[in-house]
Structures are given as C-alpha cells and as structure tokens.
C-alpha cells in the first residue's frame, strides 16, 4: 500500500522534471562553452531555467519527506538518495546568487560551474543506485 500512494507518483515526476530541467541546463552550458556566440543567450537561458528546476527539487524532497513521515512516521532518514538530493538542492542554489558570488557575473564560470554541477544529479540519480545502497536502491 506504502507504494502505491499518489504521494509517490507525485514525488518521483516531480523530482524527475527537476532533473530533467538541470540536465538541460548542463547541456546547454556545455554548448555555450564551445559556441561564443551562444554563450550569452544560453547564460540567461540557464539563469533563468535554474530557478523552476531548483523550486521543483525543492517541492519534490518535500513531497517526498511528508510521503516519508505518513509511510514510516518519520520525515527525513538520512538515506544516501536523501543526502545526496539536499546536496544536489544547495549545490544549485548557489548559482542563483550570481548577484553577490564573482564566479556566476561570468557566462563562462557559470557554465563551468553548471556543467559540473551535473554530477550531483548523476550521483543522486544513478550512483547511489549502483554504488551506495540504503532504502532507495532498487539493483
């Protein structure tokens, strides 16, 4: 029963739009570092793309905490998958005070920085599946 609340279904496609969203953002920054002249369009593209995909990561972990606390009485557990989403969460956050950081005012720095930003949704996603374990492994 645990696994057939719509709370989950909720949690999962929300999470996976978020991803979906970030990776765009890492694909696109990776392109801006090869094209010049893409590099400014793609540099607010992603500005501005950064902000709906940390909200939904955000609105996923949440959902995901309240599903958590309604399942097993608790909201949060420190699972690998866990951990590793709240550090994908502040690892983006960053980028979106491009205002007050000199690393982000720079269409390259941010790139550079979006580009390996990536790597926590990877390690979210697919390495704490193949390589860590806890309650969201499902190998």
Do not use: Q
């Not at 765009?24 to 801006?32: D, E, L, S």
């Not at 949440?62 to 590793?84: C, L, M, P, Q």
């Not at 930003?117 to 969201?136: N, P, R």
Request: glycine share 8%; charged share 10%; aromatic share 14%.
């Amino acid at each position: 029963p645990v696994l057939r609340s719509p709370m989950l279904a909720a949690h999962v496609s929300v999470i996976m739009v978020s991803y979906g969203l970030l990776i765009f953002v890492a694909v696109t920054a990776a392109i801006a570092l090869c094209s010049h002249r893409l590099r400014e369009r793609f540099y607010r593209l992603n500005s501005k793309l950064l902000y709906p995909a940390l909200f939904l990561l955000a609105a996923g972990i949440f959902i995901g905490a309240v599903w958590a606390n309604i399942s097993w009485g608790r909201y949060w557990g420190w699972d690998a998958k866990e951990t590793w989403a709240l550090i994908t969460m502040l690892v983006y956050a960053l980028p979106l005070h491009k205002g007050s950081l000199a690393l982000f005012r720079n269409p390259v720095g941010f790139h550079r920085y979006c580009l390996i930003a990536c790597l926590t949704v990877t390690m979210t996603f697919l390495g704490v599946t193949y390589l860590l374990g806890g309650m969201h492994s499902y190998v």
